[in-house]
């Protein structure tokens, strides 16, 4: 149980396009999704909390114009990365909190890697 | 890192061999918790382990908090090849409802 799915798994854009990248909660209501990115070799960087039906929390120093995250059912939040430059290209980790779980605990996705070419 | 620190940065023992990481942080936390990252690959949750409590212990999984020293340790006993890792602590603190902040990891390796 306490599957969380990213789609696509990967993916390639051109510089100013925009991509978008799910998240899903398979066996679980998620009230509250997080978003990470990370650069190789290094640590996530928590980018913003979402809340099912209501704006997104974005963490200091993070472009809310240019993350738009959506979290429109308990199962399910977007990130778009709007009008992608490649300093963009990273990968892009969500989780989820379940319902009703233990307190603290998350569950991650496998993860998004995009790359702007 | 958005929190914490590990450390060493990268750890590179036998099998068989016990393999502790160090996390140290800087504010009060709630809970602190070790994940595991398989390369280019998500998280999996390790432990958790409250701010009230000093030890905690999962298969061969032994977490230490010291709340006065802002650290924690993560012992691996009877490390295995498949242990070879990267390995994060993240602290969750009672102000920001579930929010988590990464150290840099430490990175594992076991040889057989």
């Known amino acids: 149980g306490a599957v969380v799915s990213q789609h696509p798994s990967w993916v390639i854009c051109k510089s100013g396009t925009s991509v978008k990248i799910e998240c899903r909660s398979l066996d679980f209501q998620a009230t509250t999704m997080f978003w990470y990115r990370q650069f190789p070799k290094q640590s996530l960087m928590l980018m913003a909390t979402s809340n099912e039906g209501s704006k997104a929390t974005y963490e200091q120093g993070v472009e809310k114009d240019k993350f738009l995250i959506n979290h429109a059912s308990l199962t399910l939040s977007t990130l778009t990365v709007t009008s992608a430059h490649p300093e963009d290209s990273s990968f892009y980790i969500c989780s989820a909190r379940e319902a009703g779980g233990p307190t603290g605990w998350q569950y991650f996705g496998p993860g998004t890697r995009l790359t702007v070419t | 890192s958005q929190q914490g620190e590990e450390d060493p940065q990268a750890l590179s023992i036998q099998e068989g061999e016990n393999a502790t990481m160090n996390c140290s942080y800087k504010t009060s936390i709630n809970n602190l918790q070790w994940y595991r990252q398989n390369s280019g690959r998500g998280l999996v949750h390790l432990i958790l382990?409250?701010?009230?409590?000093r030890e905690k212990h999962s298969g061969r999984l032994r977490v230490t908090l010291d709340t006065s020293k802002k650290s924690s340790s993560l012992l691996i006993t009877a490390s295995r090849a498949a242990d070879t890792a990267s390995y994060f602590c993240a602290t969750g603190r009672g102000s920001t409802l579930g929010r988590l902040y990464f150290g840099r990891g430490t990175q594992l390796t076991v040889w057989p």
């Open positions: 382990i409250r701010s009230n409590e």
